[in-house]
């Protein structure tokens, strides 16, 4: 009985605003970002390597809310990996436009900060876990190269208690505009 009360309610308010007037929600889907795992790094304050990112964007009117998830990860010689960073990251942003293919778009919010090192403590044995609030800075350069897909440079800066994280790669977009 309780799951068909739950889906009633569920066909109900989906027919019920599936009749609304579109123009009246200025609140949508704006793009998906992926930064280029190769082409894409950060950096410490003694350490780099490898990252790649996310993100889901939508859009209020002008004004960008996304989602973006990062992961790092430092490659050792011979050890496997010395050095990890997690992000989990609400963002807020505005995008400006340059031209009519060149876009500059400018982020910042706050988010989880996960850090894990081999070496942080050399008094502790293994691997130390450090989790805390993190507020992090994004810039992006895009340029449209197609009716909905642009190509990018973005950087970045997670400030935050234990390591500020600097980033900078390539990236790719699908965008829900057309220019």
């Known amino acids: 009985m309780k799951k068909f009360i739950f889906l009633s ?4 308010s989906t027919i019920c605003f599936s009749q609304e007037d579109s123009k009246q929600s200025n609140f949508k889907y704006h793009a998906i970002t992926l930064g280029i795992p190769f082409l894409s790094g950060y950096s410490s304050s003694n350490t780099g390597g490898l990252d790649f ?3 889901l964007a939508y859009s209020y009117n002008k004004h960008l809310f996304s989602v973006e998830l990062s992961f790092a990860t430092e490659f050792a010689i011979l050890g496997g990996f010395d050095e990890r960073v997690n992000q989990y990251n ?25 850090y894990r090192s081999q070496d942080v403590d050399p008094n502790q044995f293994g691997s130390e876990r450090i989790h805390t609030v993190g507020f992090p800075l994004k810039m992006k350069f895009r340029v449209h190269t197609g009716p909905r897909f642009s190509i990018g440079l973005q950087g970045g800066v ?5 390591q500020i994280i600097r980033q900078l790669g390539l990236f790719i977009q699908w965008n829900t505009k057309k220019w």
């Open 53 to 55: 990112n996310g993100s």
């Open 90 to 114: 609400i963002l807020y942003g505005r995008e400006f436009k340059a031209s009519r293919t060149v876009f500059f778009e400018l982020h910042g919010g706050a988010g989880l900060f996960s």
């Open 158 to 162: 997670n400030i935050n208690p234990e």
């Open 9 to 12: 309610v569920v066909l109900v």
